[in-house]
């Protein structure tokens, strides 16, 4: 099949590797929601969004401590309802020693949604969720207004 076109062509059904590109970017442009200046947790929700885009995010324990321990991570997000002492004691530990902001969460179940572990049915809607306590974003991606309002924020706090 490839003879009859010439190896450099694109297949008519496919678009170039460009606007393929250019459309992604469009739609997330488009899908990326109002966030207000105070709203932390919408912000964290989209940062997550967009770093899992660009392959951004260090999912549990493992990963996470990897990239923590790497000083690869630029964030670090905690489930607060985590069952084990000693895994809040380590991600806390790496991430004052090496100066890497971190952001606490109510729930793992909600972690394990915006980290893109929850499984969904053909409408959109939540059939089940894996729940994560512990994540580290090692690339934010492209710059959002939610990704400024939530470093302004960490600069405040912290």
């Known amino acids: 099949r490839d003879c009859l076109r010439g190896k450099n062509q694109t297949p008519p059904h496919q678009m170039s590797g460009e606007d393929a590109v250019e459309d992604q970017v469009t739609q997330e442009v488009e899908e ?6 105070g709203d932390v947790t919408g912000a964290l929700k989209e940062v997550l969004k967009r770093a899992r885009i660009h392959n951004g995010v260090a999912v549990g324990l493992h990963k996470a401590a ?3 321990d790497k000083k690869d991570a630029q964030l670090a997000v905690l489930a607060e309802d985590c069952s ?3 895994y809040i004691r380590l991600v806390e530990a790496l991430c004052s020693s090496h100066k890497i ?3 606490k969460v ?3 179940q909600v972690l394990g949604e915006w980290c893109g ?3 969904y049915d053909p409408k959109g809607n939540v059939k ?3 729940g994560c306590s512990c994540c580290a974003v090692t690339n934010f991606g492209e710059g ?3 990704l400024d309002i939530l470093l302004k924020n960490l600069k405040e706090s912290g």
């Open 106 to 108: 109510k729930s793992r």
């Open 117 to 119: 572990l929850g499984k």
């Open 101 to 103: 902001d971190l952001v």
């Open 144 to 146: 959002s207004k939610a």
């Open 66 to 68: 990897k990239a923590l």
């Open 32 to 37: 990326e929601e109002e966030i207000d200046e």
């Open 128 to 130: 089940k969720v894996v």
């Open 84 to 86: 084990e002492e000693a």
